[in-house]
């Protein structure tokens, strides 16, 4: 089994310091992943549930793959370990009654994707059967893994995930270039059909098995635009039956070995917090990729939320009349919700809606006055400006609310 390989050995206090360091390119389970969820409350988009914030387990920063972003990278120079999977159980297992909230173990590839995988199995194994620890597990599969160690795997933990990190495969050689489409996709495809398999078996003896995988996308990594990693997505979501995908900003800031011609790039966050309202937008309200990031603008807004910019893109649709739209076209008027649409809908059974009513059930008037009318009344503009209306629905827009108010 591995050793601890550094030079001179750390506390374990600093070791943990070290991993933090290591796994924070690693948003899978963790609260930064949510960005979008302060977005929501200001446009109605709903998202998903936060996570849990899972506390990350690094095996090893000592990585064989050189990717221009990571600091594990083998050209780098900085300080490397290999936790022995003993050491790694006690600490995970300590850190998961601390937090009460699981265990997320992941690494760098050390020595070989399989060698690697065997050490997290080690882990698990140590986790499971001599700690008894029977919480959640999200465990990390290592690019090109063997199907049996996937398999192991997956009989000890939770969830599982490999990162596709770029959103064409030919961008593989741009930033990372040990990684390709087969050794990323392959393992995915393999956790895909496991889980299946184990869903839809019934015998008395099927072993326990993970239940969902997830992946990881980079925006800004080689100058994809959002309607490219959009329609990328959805087709992830679709073949491999992805619980979540988590969007992380691209950042190279430091000359990597072998990456001569990568320029210095950091992705600004609010792009990734534009991914994940567009990701929910889709998978929740209906929306296609190429309806909110259109060939004529393939990148999502920074100031206006992508269903504000779509019914702005859109406003031969509007106003809707509150009393007839049905369900989905409501859930695309700006500021209203799967949760609004559903009490409107309920409301219109034992009443006629007028914008006191819409503003009694919670209706942002602000975002939503200029999308709809009541009882063929319409209260918003003068005209339907374009302009105006991205002044009114920007981010930075201020709430009038007695403006509003004397309007109605
Ligand atoms: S495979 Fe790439 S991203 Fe992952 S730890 Fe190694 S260098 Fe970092």
Known sequence: MAGIIMNSEPFPEE??????????????????????????IRTGIKSKLSPPKVPKVFLSNNCIFNCAYCSCRCSNDKRRYAAAPKELA????????????GIFITSAIYKNPDYTQELIIETLKIIRRDYYYKGYIHAKVMPGADRELIYQTG???NRLSVNIEVAKSENYNLIA???????????????????????????????AFAVSQT????????????????????????KYDLKRIYYTAFHYEHPAVGYDNLSFTTTPKWRVARLYQADRLISLYGFSAEELA????????????????WAIRNLHLFPVEANKADYEMLL??????????????????????????????????????NFLTCIGKFYGGVCLDTEMLKTTLSDKAPIFTDQLSLTL
């Open 90 to 101: 006690e600490l995970s297992v300590k850190q998961a009654r601390l937090s009460s909230r």
């Open 215 to 238: 992946t990881q996308l980079m925006a800004g990594s080689a100058g994809e635009d959002d309607y490219t990693i959009l329609r990328l997505s959805r087709a992830l979501y679709r």
């Open 15 to 40: 070791k943990l310091l070290m991993m933090h360091e290591d796994a924070r390119y690693d948003v899978a389970d963790d609260d930064k992943a949510c960005i979008p969820d302060l977005y929501s």
């Open 294 to 309: 259109p060939e004529s603008s393939p990148n999502l807004m920074r100031d206006i939320d992508p269903k504000a910019a």
């Open 332 to 369: 695309r008027v700006p500021g209203i919700g799967v949760t609004l649409s559903k009490r409107i809908i309920a409301a219109r059974k034992t009443m006629t809606i007028t914008f006191e009513v819409l503003k009694a059930l919670g209706v942002s008037m602000r975002r939503s006055a």
């Open 155 to 157: 009989t000890l933990a």
């Open 177 to 207: 270039k040990n990684k390709n489409k087969n050794n990323i996709l392959t393992p995915m495809g393999q956790i895909s059909a496991l889980i299946k398999a184990m869903k839809n078996d019934s015998s008395r003896f099927r072993p």
